[in-house]
């Protein structure tokens, strides 16, 4: 695989913060159902998907930095020998080493000639697999397989389980993490493409729906309730929506449209632990075309100027 620093066009030295954007702006362009006759840009989508996969993991992240594994994650053969590329092998005349000459071949293969064959495998303290406890590289495992799966609002806030169908035609539930949001990915070990060192993996990334009258902020939720001039004025209990279903809540007398009111525990589960809040915020129905609220209105003498603070 290529440098996921060039894949996903970042400086090695990018935050997570620039690492994210640069791939929630690429996954946006390349997803395949915004690319349905496009098989490439599936291909590049799988290839962004796998470079920030690594990336957004510190430890691999770290061990890439330090050239300890390639950009598909897997072990780099030690003192530079590997095969491909048509490159000599590393030792050289007057370096006090040796020059093997020819196509660079596997480490293993190397050094099995130069101590007879069996030598890597004697015991005694010797040789494991090849020179100084270095084998053959590993074979490397099939390419990853990359998902989008659209969750509801309410189960992301809830964290219902998600079932997803693979490839191969099985279905998988998911748990949703805590903290879930939209570009929030999922590894699902050994169910990607099979390759020479076994099956890669899936990556599923979250897409959290919009809702037609919750917003979230943060782990909380936002909600615009509208009450009656009478529920306003007198006060009352009311049935509000919830992700978790509907519960009663005590409307205050005397309420103003945009008076807000909190009800605890029924956001977003965050991390580690808790849950955000519901945040309501009163909106005053009136009706229209109502006689009896007109001729009312029209007797009633309030002095009051509710702009008065606002210097007007």
């Known amino acids: 695989m290529a440098d996921p620093y060039a894949t996903l066009g970042v400086a090695r030295g990018a935050s997570e913060a620039d690492i994210k954007k640069a791939y929630r702006k690429l996954a946006k362009e390349l997803h395949p159902d915004r690319n349905k006759d496009n098989p490439k840009a599936s291909e590049k989508f799988s ?7 690594l990336l957004s993991d510190k430890d691999k992240r770290a061990r890439f930095d330090r050239g300890e594994i390639d950009g598909d994650g897997n072990p780099m053969t030690p003192f530079g020998f590997g095969g491909g590329g048509g490159q ?33 495998r004697r015991g005694g303290g010797g040789f494991s697999g090849g020179f100084g406890g270095f084998g053959r590289k590993p074979a490397a495992k099939g390419a990853n397989v990359a998902y989008r799966l659209a969750v509801a609002f309410e189960d992301a806030a809830k964290l219902a389980p998600q079932r997803i169908t693979l490839r ?3 279905t998988i539930d998911l748990k949703l993490p805590a903290g879930v949001e939209t570009g929030t990915q999922m590894r699902l070990a050994g169910k990607g493409e099979e390759g020479p060192g076994g099956f890669g993996d899936a990556i599923v990334t979250i897409d959290v729906q919009p809702h037609r009258f919750f917003v979230r902020e943060g782990d909380d939720i936002r909600l615009d309730l509208p009450v009656s001039l009478s529920e306003a004025v007198l006060g009352a209990e009311v049935r509000v929506p919830t992700p ?38 009163l909106m005053v129905d009136l009706p229209v075309d109502d006689d009896a609220l007109v001729e009312f209105v029209q007797g ?11 210097g007007v």
Request: hydrophobic residues 30%.
């Open 168 to 170: 191969d035609g099985k």
């Open 47 to 53: 290839l962004v998907t796998a470079a920030y996969d």
């Open 300 to 310: 009633w003498q309030n002095k009051g100027n509710p702009r008065g603070r606002m």
């Open 88 to 120: 000599q092998a590393g030792f050289r005349p007057g370096g006090g080493g040796f020059d093997f000459g020819g196509e660079a071949g596997d480490i293993g293969d190397i050094f099995e000639g130069l101590f007879g064959g069996g030598a890597g």
């Open 244 to 281: 978790d279903g509907a519960v009663m809540l005590k409307v205050p007398k005397g309420s103003t449209s945009g008076k807000v009111l909190r009800l605890k525990g029924r956001g977003f589960h965050k991390k580690p632990s808790g849950r955000g809040d519901l945040l309501v915020t």
